[in-house]
């Protein structure tokens, strides 16, 4: 009797449960649950302005150790390794648990306190030359990446926005705009000028457009502007193909598009009492949006799959870049669910693959980040059911090039709708989400962990994990 391929597959998944090594990972339920315990060696003590420093623990089951944040606002760090690194001032709490083998039961967790000190690490770059009504933007840089904000402590002279640093003179004299990130502040001086005479405007520059809050709609700013020593009295935006307009007395202006913004790119002119200025160059529709894609994972509950991400989608041209984002590895960790959740995660930060489709009707992507700059990652052999390597389909989860050595990789896939990215997601894209981990603590022997469905791909995942749900949020 010849075995069917679903049942091959399981066999070849039983086969490979049992004969997992833990490389640092889970072995699944103890047998003999023997107890063990975890004890860290002294903290370290950084110096000031030191951003990285190692902790170590060991269990008594001489059985690796795994490493947690569980102040991610102040530090990360490496699961394995325990090398910390900080990303704001203040006390760095590290976790480090065991999760047992079939021969030890789950080491208690615990924790050891690291303080770091940081410098100031926020600066502004160069200043704007500005006469008066000139708009011009500010740029302060946060060394660690965090949110910066601006406010004008002289506001009869200069208005700020707080999101962009986007000035606008209202008065000659000295604008001092104070930038604020986290509990740092760091402040520009900005002279504005006089003007030497009356003009109209010159075009504006550091146009940008993204989509609106409400379907259909895109939002259109500027960057800088000459006023031509006049006060602005309205600006005028347009759209390539033509179509598509509005005007308004200040920025932003949002404009309504009579279906999908899609293809189009958009100018801006500004008046003053003097006349109108040139067009700016035309700038496509380019957003920035959050994604959040769950895959239920039976056998590992309360934790699943998840891939946290973000993108850049612009739709003048309906291209995706930038996808990159954490996957989570739901054999690890405790039994607090995702947000706070102890699961390792890998960094996928390498998009390499991009597929139109047609899914329920819908227009839009398969967009797929790996976790190293190469797609390989699950086996290519037609024996084990294989693909091209990397692609979700058919088989029993085998990395690539087994039986030889495991590159270790992983991806997440999902869908972008390239009409309306935050839009729902029906069921016919939801099963085209899919994932596949073939690092460390995402295998069972030689089986990876992935993630797909029946309908998509005619398999599920190696341990019963499918896409449940995908949540796109713009920015």
Request: charged letters at 10%; glycine letters at 12%.
């Amino acid at each position: 009797m010849t075995a069917s391929p679903n049942l091959r597959a399981k066999l070849a998944l039983l086969a490979a449960l049992l004969t997992a090594a833990s490389g640092g990972c889970d072995e699944g339920p103890a047998i003999e649950s023997r107890p063990q315990t975890v004890l860290f060696a002294a903290a370290p003590v950084p110096a000031l302005n030191q951003r990285s420093a190692t902790v170590s623990a060991t269990a008594t089951s001489g059985l690796p150790v795994r490493y947690s944040s569980l102040t991610p606002l102040i530090c990360s760090v490496d699961g394995g390794s325990g090398v910390l690194t900080a990303t704001a001032s203040g006390t760095c709490t590290v976790a480090a648990d065991q999760a047992g083998d079939t021969r030890y039961a789950p080491a208690p967790r615990v924790s050891q306190d690291v303080t770091f000190l940081l410098g100031d690490t926020l600066a502004f770059v160069s200043a704007p030359s500005m006469s008066l009504y000139d708009l011009a933007t500010v740029t302060a840089v946060d060394a660690f990446g965090l949110p910066v904000r601006y406010a004008s402590s002289t506001p009869s002279v200069c208005s700020v926005e707080a999101v962009t640093g986007l000035i606008t003179a209202l008065s000659t004299g000295d604008c001092v705009v104070v930038a604020s990130a986290g509990v740092l502040q760091a402040t520009q001086t900005v002279i504005i000028s006089t003007p030497s005479g009356m003009t109209a405007p010159g075009a504006p520059s550091g146009v940008a457009a993204a989509a609106g809050d409400a379907s259909n709609t895109v939002t259109v700013r500027i960057g800088a502007l000459e006023s031509g020593g006049s006060p602005i009295t309205g600006y005028s935006v347009s759209s390539a193909p033509p179509g598509i307009a509005a005007t308004g007395a200040a920025l932003p202006i949002t404009l309504t598009c009579p279906s999908s913004c899609a293809g189009h790119a958009f100018s801006v002119t500004a008046t003053n009492a003097v006349g109108t200025s040139p067009p700016s160059a035309q700038t496509d529709i380019v957003t920035g949006y959050d994604v959040v894609a769950t895959f239920y994972e039976p056998d590992t509950q309360p934790n699943n799959s998840m891939f946290v991400g973000s993108l850049t989608y612009d739709a003048t041209n309906g291209v995706v870049s930038n996808l990159r984002g954490r996957l989570s590895e739901s054999m690890t960790g405790g039994s607090t669910p995702y947000p706070n959740d102890t699961m390792s995660w890998l960094s996928l930060d390498h998009q390499l693959s991009s597929v139109p489709v047609t899914l329920g009707g819908v227009g839009g992507l398969l967009v797929t980040t790996f976790l190293l700059d190469g797609t390989n990652t699950l086996s290519a052999d037609p024996t084990y059911g294989g693909t091209d390597g990397w692609a979700p389909g058919y088989g029993m989860g085998l990395h690539y090039g087994y039986p030889g050595a495991n590159p270790g990789n992983a991806y997440a896939r999902i869908f972008v709708n390239t009409a309306d990215p935050t839009a729902a997601l029906a069921q016919a894209q939801i099963d085209k989400l899919a994932y596949a981990d073939c690092a460390p603590c995402g295998m069972m022997g030689a089986s990876c962990m992935t993630g797909t469905t029946v309908a998509g791909y005619g398999t599920v995942g190696t341990m019963g994990g499918y896409p449940l749900s995908q949540v796109t949020t713009k920015q």
